[in-house]
Nanobody, 116 residues
Framework: QLQLVESGGGLVQAGGPLRLSCAVSGRRFSSYAMGWFRQAPGREREFVATINWNGRSTRYADSVKGRFTIARDNAKDMVYLQMNSLKSEDTAVYYC?????????WGQGTQVTVSS
């Protein structure tokens, strides 16, 4: 079993930065790719970013490319999402995610609100 706990959300002004963290507990964290998703009110959950097991490969949604950076620290079982130049449309609940075999694991989410 894997447990994911997000933190770092909050209220930030447009143009500002925010860093989200995801603490992962369970076996073999370093074996799994990790990702961030988000869900805005009235909208479906959408992909934000993903990072492979050793951190050498990342992929981003077009809407955040160049502004967000995903990173991981396998020694600390942590995943991060550095968000810069935030826009009002980035307002959402952000979720940490991983998949092990056929099982999907999600955190409880952390709210990010960007004020314009």
């Amino acid at each position: 079993q894997l447990q994911l706990v997000e933190s770092g959300g909050g209220l930030v002004q447009a143009g500002g930065p925010l860093r989200l963290s995801c603490a992962v507990s369970g076996r073999r964290f370093s074996s799994y790719a990790m990702g961030w998703f988000r869900q805005a009110p009235g909208r479906e959950r959408e992909f934000v970013a993903t990072i492979n097991w050793n951190g050498r490969s990342t992929r981003y949604a077009d809407s955040v490319k160049g502004r967000f950076t995903i990173a991981r620290d396998n020694a600390k079982d942590m995943v991060y999402l550095q968000m810069n130049s935030l826009k009002s449309e980035d307002t959402a609940v952000y979720y940490c995610h991983t998949q092990a075999l056929r099982n999907h694991y999600w955190g409880q989410g952390t709210q990010v609100t960007v004020s314009s």
